[in-house]
């Protein structure tokens, strides 16, 4: 295309930019050529930037993939935010027998995974002075325990959104397995299935009713 519209026309003695309407006298070929020069280099550069950032995936479309995670991780956790708030404070001691988690343990176990997946395997970065590993022990009441489950969920949700389509396949070492970012997200979701399912049996054996089956 280029060479199209700096090629002089052979049949009236001037630059072939008919394409856009403009048929210049020959003396002025110098003038124009600039111009035209002046005009791709500036197209050349916001194509450039363009392309650099949507390759590092700023303000890209989420993957499908990421679309459907994050609705159904959405769902999953409302209903562990909700059920978390269904037992008393009294009820988040309950456990089912002596040396297994109780409520507010099992709750706080899943907030301390949160980030440390997140922030180990997907890139995100740990918030300055937070030691998810210490939860169980220094983080008490009900009324902390769900901002810190909720929290964490934020965190998840963000670190999600952020690793764009091409890092999904990026290839990864988990738990001492093979994996890929792909599979830390999955991880992510199955581990919040996995306590849910954990805490409406608390709840059903300490009769509390989950709040959906009311």
């Not at 009441?141 to 929290?151: D, R, S, V």
Request: proline residues 4%.
């Amino acid at each position: 295309m280029l060479q199209l519209l700096l090629t002089p026309n052979r049949d009236c003695g001037s630059i072939a930019v008919s394409t856009f309407g403009i048929k210049p006298p020959t003396k002025n070929i110098m003038t124009y050529r600039n111009v035209i020069l002046s005009a791709l280099l500036s197209l050349g550069l916001a194509a450039s930037s363009f392309a650099a950032h949507h390759a590092k995936g700023e303000g890209a479309e989420p993957s499908v993939f990421t679309q459907s995670f994050l609705g159904y991780y959405g769902g999953e956790t409302d209903k562990l935010v909700d059920l978390a708030k269904a037992f008393s404070e009294d009820g988040f001691d309950w456990r089912p027998a002596d040396g297994i988690r109780s409520v507010r343990e099992s709750i706080l176990h899943v907030a301390s995974a949160n980030y440390f997946i997140a922030s180990r395997f997907l890139g995100a970065e740990m918030p300055e002075g937070l030691n998810p590993r210490g939860f169980e022990d220094f983080v008490k009441g009900k009324a902390a325990t769900i901002k810190t489950l909720e929290t964490s969920i934020e965190f998840v949700k963000k670190a999600v959104g952020n690793v764009d389509e091409a890092s999904l396949s990026e290839s990864i070492k988990m738990f001492g397995r093979d994996s890929t970012k792909m599979g830390a997200v999955m991880v992510l979701g199955g581990h919040a299935y996995e306590h849910l399912g954990q805490l409406i049996a608390y709840a059903r054996s300490s009769g509390v009713v989950p709040p959906w089956s009311q």
